[in-house]
């Protein structure tokens, strides 16, 4: 890849997830997400830090070699935590992926890998990113307002106003008996479920909302879910005032068995689903250089 000058700020960006990368090239004048750009690859994220970052080599290599755009203006990633996203470092520990990556300068390793600028490389929170996108090109993108939380094996929370958006981390808010991260992911599905029957769930919130159609128990634990959630976010909604809330992650895809409850009890605000799904936290990445574009590196 060699640097040079640009005339269109076209973006890769891409999604780390637990087992898998999501890459693709965005055109942020539009926030959007070229079709035919994208490409998803499998990562072993227990391996050592060559392989992963070898693997997310070959990510953005398979999205260059499509020849979509003759340029890029910088590269932007959606990362999990706890990273510093400033200087591009890892601190994922105790997670059971990138372990390898711990203390890492992930921003210097990518640019010698690429052959790029470290100025070009740009890192965000998952979940900033997820709701970044919802609220630029999704189910926020009427509003100038909109606060965005994602349900999945964390709990991410994010507020964008005028298109700029800020992590509120309401994850490590203290709630209950531990903080709100505890409650508001997949973990406590699975541990309620183990609390209330002795039995261990497989399958995850999946399995549970498969198994919501014949035990009440099971619904009864979608209401809890939601009657928690509906007071940690009474306070954030009532600080903030947004337009829209915007809910995603992979608990989202069960909302028929909380939703309507949370919706009844947060009718102050509009609440919406996310509409981009996993192209959200790519275009959300990118939106890093809307002001200030790096370095083209062309393919």
Not at 206 to 233: D, H, P, V, Y
Not at 280 to 295: E, K, N, R, V, W
Request: glycine content about 8%; aromatic content about 8%.
């Amino acid at each position: 890849m060699q640097i040079n000058n640009f005339s269109r700020p076209y973006i890769l960006t891409a999604d780390i997830g637990g087992s898998h990368i999501t890459a693709a090239i965005c055109d942020i004048e539009g926030h959007s997400i070229l079709p035919e750009s994208v490409v998803r690859a499998e990562v072993d994220s227990k391996s050592g830090a060559d392989h992963i970052l070898l693997s997310w080599k070959a990510a953005f290599e398979q999205v260059l070699a499509k020849n979509l755009t003759s340029s890029i203006a910088g590269l932007s990633i959606a990362m999990p935590g706890p990273f510093d996203y400033e200087n591009g470092v890892s601190y994922i520990r105790g997670l059971d992926k990138y372990e390898a990556l711990y203390g890492l300068s992930v921003k210097s390793w990518l640019a010698q890998l690429l052959n790029i600028d470290q100025d070009v490389i740009r890192f965000r929170n998952d979940a900033e990113s997820a709701i970044a996108g919802e609220a630029l090109s999704g189910a926020g993108s009427n509003c100038s307002r909109v606060m965005g939380i994602t349900l999945g094996t964390g709990f991410g929370s994010a507020y964008a106003e005028n298109a700029t958006t800020k992590d509120l981390n309401l994850g490590s808010h203290p709630y209950k008996e531990s903080i709100a991260d505890d409650y508001f992911s997949t973990r406590w599905f699975l541990r309620r479920y183990r609390e209330l029957t002795s039995d261990n769930l497989s399958g995850g919130v999946k399995k549970l909302a498969e198994l919501a159609q014949g035990s009440t128990l099971a619904r009864e634990l979608f209401i809890e879910f939601a009657n928690n959630l509906s007071e940690l976010l009474a306070d954030p909604i009532d600080r903030y005032r947004p337009e829209v809330l915007v809910v995603c992650g992979n608990i989202a895809l069960s909302s028929e068995l909380f939703l309507p409850q949370l919706k009844k009890n947060l009718a102050a605000v509009s609440i919406q689903l996310a509409q981009l799904g996993e192209l959200a936290p790519l275009i959300g990445a990118a939106a890093m250089f809307d002001t200030h574009y790096g370095s083209l590196f062309t393919n």
